[in-house]
């Protein structure tokens, strides 16, 4: 039986591995976003100071490992094999949950998760053992920590309203301070920001992220905690003076010494700290291994009470190798970076894309923002508003939008480290349970509400935003306890079955869940190929439409043809692709759509006619999208409400209509691809005929409805198609004759 318990040792292994690869994807945010988001040095000096923070932050972090033993769970009260149960259970659901957050590109608290699948997969062997025994539910309290998890409720809220809202006090004073053109204001405040802004930073090194670390004695330890004031003053002293001297002799600029020396904090408290919820529970078991093991006693019958001693140490060794597979994950996961994009749009300072749709409750904070604003500004005098005003006037940048420009500036950044830092220190020394993300990701949405980067453009999706990653937080809590809880009783009843068939589940949803991230991450690629802000001519215009309306006429083509063929074999499944694909490239026109506004700004002088042939283009292109649209959603529904199929003569009229269209979408498609437009004339004096062959097939289908038909919803079905497809072709021949005029007037 000892074989089974050394495999489930291995297999915890692998999924300890598995788990540091998806954690460290999410948790990346934390500390990552201040430095990329303001782009105050390289991405590569970025990544190697954050990487030499987890790795020294990960091989000091034994101290913490003991959550994962006994912080959630009494185990004197589980056997050897429940323990391994749980512990199975509990890494099994944490891949899987976390996945999820990382293919949505959502941060979550790493911290939650495993503590509650930790009281998920206790609690269900504890009711197991109650019910076994015939014992009373109210002993369920001897099995488990509940005060635990009621403390991680409370610190969700706690740290919500007040990263919120602290976050958004010091940085609307910074900003008062230093404006948005901080460089000249750096030289007469500089030194004091920096003071205060590294001695917080480095207090939090000592408070919160060498909290527990094994080469820091107790008496140490017991040392610092008495003498906090002491340290504070002597750090700011000094830093201050540090400051001055970097500012006036070397023309350093302190602001990104701040966001290096903060990376690194925030990168070394997370290993330091946060390394438990990715391999705790594996060495906890390799920890319950080691004191099992040569008891002569049954996994069933081995109580494991000695879990709970206090001088368990985590191996080093195990420690050295979860630094480094974090620094590998750091540097390789793409998931990684989908989250913590999602952190830096939310507090982009100014336009960009949306990521998030805008819902009532969002729009009704919004709407009452606007009132409060209105109120404020109505008993504040004209002239304080228009100081204040001027005080966040941004600085003028390009028109064009551009990958390299930062999403905000080095103060936020700083504001942002700093602040996280103080928090999360005060609420390690208070012994408040703290959330690493949720602190962070508070005070970064609390700064960018004080810059005023929510403004009435974007604040309705950037406060939809927070709600969908806060309500993200709660889910995580309810789902992670279900999960494990689930897990924990097939695992208890399936035994090596379940623990067999479990283990091949996971591998095939993380094969599915990487292939969809991928295909996610090249539609994504191909959306951002579209945006094109550099064009600066009429010449350039022109050839930047045409490759844009070969593309849609090459899709619309494919799309409008496998329709056809998939409504003629009834096939529902290639019909809900075919949905897919069309709202693939509505979100490619909508995509062009939103960037107009940049591409005017950026053309020639005396170029409104080019602007206005653009404008017009997208309108037409949108107009045959909505035509695919059309017919792809009623042939869809026709299919998944079961009704009639079409007659075999009305595909293949359906397919005649096709063939033509077919051919002239091809030839369109070679003509603008290739830009010889001599060929547009010859099109459209044909192109009467294809709208001759839809009128046709119209009044034959009046004469079957008069004669033969008996099906009225296959009659509208059929009509829908007809009278979309004139539409399409109208679309397309409207869009030729504008492009023909202009490019006549073009080469006048």
């Not at 503590?115 to 488990?144: H, M, P, Q, R, W």
């Not at 949405?445 to 810059?451: E, H, L, Q, R, V």
């Not at 995580?476 to 479990?502: D, P, Q, R, S």
Request: glycine letters at 6%.
């Amino acid at each position: 039986m000892d074989q089974i318990y050394v495999i489930m040792l291995i297999v915890l292994g692998v999924l300890a591995v598995i788990d540091l690869v998806v954690g460290v994807s999410n948790d990346a945010v934390n500390f990552l976003n201040s430095a990329i988001g303001s782009k105050a040095v390289s991405f590569k000096t970025t990544m190697i100071v954050a990487s030499l923070g987890v790795l020294v932050g990960a091989m000091f972090s034994s101290g913490m490992m003991e959550i994962a033993r006994s912080g959630i769970f009494v185990p004197s009260m589980f056997s050897f094999n429940d323990v391994m149960i749980i512990f199975l259970a509990v890494m099994i659901s944490d891949i899987l949950l976390l996945d999820v957050f990382n293919s949505l590109g959502l941060p979550t608290s790493t911290t939650v998760s495993i503590i509650f699948e930790l009281l998920g997969a206790a609690v269900c062997l504890a009711l197991y053992k109650i019910y076994v025994a015939d014992d009373s539910f109210d002993t369920l309290g001897a099995y488990i920590n509940t005060k635990k998890a009621s403390a991680i409720v409370y610190s969700i809220l706690l740290s919500v309203v007040l990263s919120f809202s602290i976050g958004s006090l010091v940085q609307y004073i910074s900003r008062l301070i230093f404006t948005f053109h901080y460089e000249k204001k750096l030289k007469y405040f500089g030194a004091i920001f920096g003071g205060i802004a590294i001695t917080a930073i480095t207090f939090f090194i000592l408070i919160k992220g060498l909290k527990g670390v094994s080469f820091i004695s107790k008496e140490q330890s017991e040392w610092i905690s008495s003498h906090q004031f002491m340290i504070i003053g002597v750090n700011f002293v000094i830093f201050t003076a540090l400051s001055q001297l970097l500012i006036s002799y070397f023309k350093i600029n302190i602001l990104r010494v701040i966001i290096i020396i903060g990376t690194f904090a925030l990168a070394l408290a997370f290993a330091g700290n946060d390394l438990v919820n990715f391999i705790g529970v594996p060495i906890a078991a390799f920890n319950s291994y080691e004191i099992f093991q040569g008891s002569g006693i049954s996994g069933d019958d081995f109580m494991m009470g000695a879990l709970a001693n206090d001088d368990i140490v985590a191996p080093f060794y195990f420690l050295l190798f979860a630094g480094v597979v974090m620094v590998i994950t750091l540097w390789t996961s793409k998931k990684a970076r989908s989250v913590i994009e999602t952190g830096v749009n939310l507090s982009r300072q100014g336009e960009g894309v949306e990521k998030f749709s805008p819902n009532t409750a969002s729009r009704g904070i919004v709407r009452f923002g606007v009132y409060v604003g209105e109120g404020i500004n109505y008993f504040l005098p004209k002239k304080l508003q228009i100081k204040i005003d001027n005080r966040f006037k941004n600085v003028e940048k390009s028109t064009k939008k551009s990958e390299d420009e930062p999403a905000f500036d080095m103060v936020r950044a700083s504001v942002n480290l700093m602040v996280a830092s103080i928090l999360i220190a005060i609420g390690t020394s208070m012994k408040l349970p703290l959330s690493t993300t949720y602190v962070t990701f508070m005070v970064a949405m609390g700064t960018s509400f004080a810059d005023r980067a929510w403004d009435r453009e974007s604040a309705v999706y950037r406060i939809a935003g927070v709600f969908n990653v806060i309500g993200g937080w709660f889910f995580t809590a309810i789902v992670a306890f279900l999960m494990a809880f689930v897990m924990a009783y097939i695992l208890k009843v399936g035994e090596v079955f379940a623990f067999v068939g479990l283990l091949l589940m996971l591998g095939i949803m993380l094969y599915r869940s990487s292939r969809k991230h991928k295909a996610k991450v090249k539609i994504e690629a191909e959306i951002k190929s579209l945006r094109k802000e550099d064009i600066g001519t009429v010449n350039e215009m022109i050839t930047e439409s045409s490759a844009q309306i070969a593309k849609v006429f090459r899709r619309t083509s494919t799309l409008y043809s496998n329709l056809i063929d998939n409504l003629s074999l009834q096939d529902l499944a290639k019909l809900k692709q075919n949905k897919k694909d069309q709202k693939k490239l509505e979100k490619e026109v909508d995509e062009l759509k939103s960037n107009v506004f940049y591409l005017i700004k950026n053309l020639d002088e005396n170029s409104v006619e080019a602007s206005k042939f653009y404008i017009l283009i997208l309108g037409y292109l949108q107009d045959m999208v909505q035509s695919i649209d059309f017919i792809t959603g009623n042939s869809y529904s026709h299919v998944n409400n079961n009704h009639k199929p079409l007659k075999f003569n009305q595909i293949r009229d359906l397919k005649t209509i096709d063939q033509q269209l077919q051919l002239l979408l091809q030839m369109l498609e070679d003509s603008f691809k290739n830009e010889e437009f001599n060929k547009i004339d010859l099109i459209l004096k044909d192109k009467q005929a294809l709208l001759d062959t839809v009128s046709e097939l119209i009044s034959k289908q009046i004469n079957r409805i008069r004669t033969t038909e008996t099906s009225p919803k296959n009659s509208k079905l059929y009509f829908a198609l007809l009278l979309e497809t004139n539409d399409l072709v109208n679309s397309v021949m409207n869009l030729l004759e504008m492009f023909k005029e202009f490019n006549k007037l073009n080469k006048k």
